[in-house]
């Protein structure tokens, strides 16, 4: 597991999605007096376009190089997986192979890339941790090039952990005080086509 939060694309852009949005999302409270926030699969996909593009890190010592989230024109919530479609671009890119015991470069360059990814969400209760897992299709399906397969191969498979500072605090005003009240995520689930927190405030001590 690779835990290095906000480091993928659903990590990097859900991040910034939940400091745009997380606020003025649906909020509810439910019987035991957890406060719900509802992100519809249409919010978030319409947040996601106006910060895009965004560069991303690899995480692959096999690739080097700028790789870039261009646009996205879809995404769908099932399951507790985050379908999305969109476009990546590489530029720089340099692949590392290894051959008959020797480190071989490969010069790729600039390249662009439709993808479609399913990201699979987990939520670790314990630690209040929020992890994804991306997965693309086949090589057939994503720009029918072999050639691109190192820059997906740098992005899939590793589970990243996602930052979820901007719902653990909230600050409200009253009069010339700031009541700081504590977020803590109980449960994240992917459903009905958006995703929900479960989120149990904790009031602390005015200043």
């Not at 906000?6 to 745009?20: D, E, I, R, T």
């Not at 999305?84 to 192979?97: C, D, E, H, I, K």
């Amino acid at each position: 597991m690779v835990k290095n939060k906000a480091s993928l694309v659903f990590g990097l852009l859900l991040l910034m999605l939940l400091n745009w949005v997380a606020i003025p999302a649906a909020a509810k409270s439910d019987s035991t007096q957890n406060i719900v926030l509802t992100l519809p699969a249409e919010t978030i996909l319409h947040s996601l376009q106006q910060i895009l593009p965004l560069d991303i890190p690899s995480q692959s010592r096999q690739l080097q190089g700028d790789i870039i989230v261009e646009s996205l024109d879809y995404l769908a919530i099932a399951d507790n997986v985050i379908t999305v479609r969109g476009v990546l671009s590489g530029r720089n890119l340099v692949v590392t192979t290894r051959l008959a015991d020797q480190n071989i470069q490969l010069r790729v360059g600039e390249v662009h890339l439709p993808v479609l990814c399913a990201l699979h969400t987990r939520f670790d209760p314990a630690h209040h941790a929020l992890f994804v897992t991306p997965r693309f299709t086949d090589a057939s399906a994503n720009g029918k090039d072999d050639g691109l397969a190192p820059m997906l191969g740098a992005l899939a498979g590793r589970e990243y952990q996602v930052d979820l500072d901007a719902l653990e605090a909230m600050n409200i005003q009253v009069g010339s005080r700031s009541i700081p009240i504590a977020m803590e995520p109980i449960k994240i689930a992917g459903i009905n086509n958006s995703l929900v927190f479960h989120m149990l405030p904790r009031v602390g001590r005015s200043r």
